[in-house]
C-alpha cells in the first residue's frame, strides 16, 4: 500500500509521521519525501479497520493537509516507465557501473549477446565486443559521449557511449556508470535511406520564397489530401515530377506505392502493355504473365508524365480505368479491380489540343479535377538564388570539394536570365561548372549558357499605350545588360547616357544592387 502525504516543510513533521506507523504497529518498506511538501509511504497492505484508524491520525499532524492512498511511488513510476521504455526500443541497450561490470540490458540487449539478464548482470561487458575499450574509457579523468563502430560476432555496430553524471548536494559531479546503445550497421543506413526519401519527396523539398511558388505550394498542400485525379502543367525542367510525388506523400496513400508512367518515352504497342500488363501466354505458349503499372500502383498513385502524348486508344481505355476502377490485361478476360489516384503532368496546353481534336475531351475533363500550374523559373526570380546556393553545396558535397562562393556579378545575370530550360537547366548548368571549376569562386563565364535570343517578354509590350511600351522595353533593355556592365558608370558608358540618368532608371525599375536596397 501507498500513501501520498500533502504537508508543510516542517521541522519534525517526518518524525511523528514515522511515530504513528510504530505506534500502528506497521512495516516501513520505504519512504520518499519530495521537497515540494509531499511524504510518500510504501508499507504492506492494510485492512479496512486499520486504514480507517490510520488516516485520521496522519491527518491530525499539525501541518498535515491530506494523505490518500495512491497506486504506486514516484521512484516505482520512474522505474517502470524506464523499463517499459527500454523493453519497446529496438536498439540494444546496456548500462554498467564504473567499473564496466553490467548493471542492466533490455531484451534487445540480451538477444544480441545472446544471454538472459539475469546471466549478464555482474558481467563485464568490454570483452563482449571489438573496437572501443570501455574500462580505459570509464578510467578517464572525466569520460565524454563517444560514438563509434564496433564488432559483434563478426556483425558491425554503431555504438554509442554515454556517461552517467549525478550531483552531489556540493554541486560537483561523480561518474555512476554508463550507458551504451548499439545499432545495427543495416538500421542505421535504413534510417538515412528513409530520411533522404522524406526529404527529397516532402513539400520542404521545394524551395519557395517567390510568391508565385509560395502560392503554388500552399495550394497543392490542400489538394494532395483529396483522393480526385489532379493535373500539373508547367514548362520542361520546372519540377513537375517532384511536386507530384510531394502531393504523393502527403496523401492518405502516401505509404502506399508511386508509379511512374512517362507517355512520350514509348510506343504506343508498348505503351498499352506497360499500363495494363498481360496474362500469361498472351504472346506465346511460353510467355509469362506481367502486371501493368496500373497493378503496380494499386492502392497508391500512378503518375502519367506527359499525358499529352498518349494515343487516342490508350486514352479511350484510361477513361474506362478512371469511370470504373476496372480493366483487362491484354489476353485474359477476367476484369482487374485496382483503387489508385491518378496525377497527370504536361508540358502542353490540353484544352488547345482537345479543340484541335488531338486529345479527348471526355477524358480531359476527368483528369483534369484539380489542377496545378508550376511557375517557369523566369517568374520565380527570388527563387533563383537560393536555388543555386541549394545546387552548390549539394554538388560541392557529391564531388567533395569545399562549396564555392557565387560571383556578384553571376549572381545578378543568373537573377536575369530567362532559363528556357528552367530549374532542371540551372542545375545542369551549376553541376558542369562547378565539376570543371579551379578556384572557390563561380563567375559569369565558367557558366557557359546560351546567349539569351532576344528580349523575354517583348511580345506582350504590345498591348499597351506607347509610353508603357517604351518604358517596358527600357526594363527589359537595362535587365538584359545591367549583368554584363554591373555598375552604373559602365552602363551609362555602354548606353551613351549620364551616370546621375543610369541610377535613377535603375532604381525605378529595382533592378541590381537597387532592388536590394528597397
Known sequence: MRLKVTCQDRLGLTRELLDILVEHQIDLRGIEIDISGIIYLNFPTLDFTALQHLMPAIRRIPGVHDVKTIPCMPSEREHNAILALLKALPDAVVAVDTKGRITLANDAACALLAESQRDLLRQPLGPRFRGVYVSRWLEQASPQPLSEKVVIDGEPYLADFLPIWVTEESGEQSLAGAVVVFKSAYRVGQHFKVMRERESHSFDA???????????????????????????????????????????????????????????????????????????????????????????????????????????????????????????????EQEVKVDIRVICTTQQDLATLVQGGQFRRDLFYRLNVLNLRVPPLRERQKDILPLAQHFCTRFAAELERPRPRLSRALGDYLQHYPWPGNVRQLRHSLYRAISLLEGDELSLPALSLPEQNGLQGLDTLCDGSLEEAVKGFERLLLERLYPEYPSTRQLAKRLNISHTAIANKLKDYGIGKHSRQK
Open 206 to 332: 521545394l524551395l519557395a520564397q517567390s510568391p508565385a511558388m509560395t502560392t503554388l505550394i500552399h495550394e497543392a498542400r490542400r489538394l494532395a489530401t483529396l483522393d480526385a485525379p489532379l493535373l500539373i502543367q508547367g514548362e520542361t525542367g520546372t519540377g513537375k515530377e517532384l511536386l507530384a510525388r510531394a502531393c504523393h506523400h502527403a496523401s492518405l496513400r502516401g505509404e502506399g506505392p508511386f508509379i511512374l508512367l512517362n507517355c512520350a518515352s514509348i510506343p504506343d504497342d508498348a505503351a498499352e502493355n506497360e499500363l495494363f500488363g498481360y496474362a500469361p501466354g498472351a504472346f506465346g505458349h511460353n510467355t509469362q504473365g506481367k502486371r501493368g503499372v496500373l497493378e503496380q500502383a494499386n492502392g497508391g498513385t500512378l503518375l502519367l508524365d506527359e499525358i499529352g502524348e498518349m494515343s487516342a486508344l490508350l486514352q479511350l481505355k484510361l477513361l474506362r480505368v478512371l469511370q470504373d476502377g476496372v480493366f483487362r490485361r491484354l489476353g485474359d
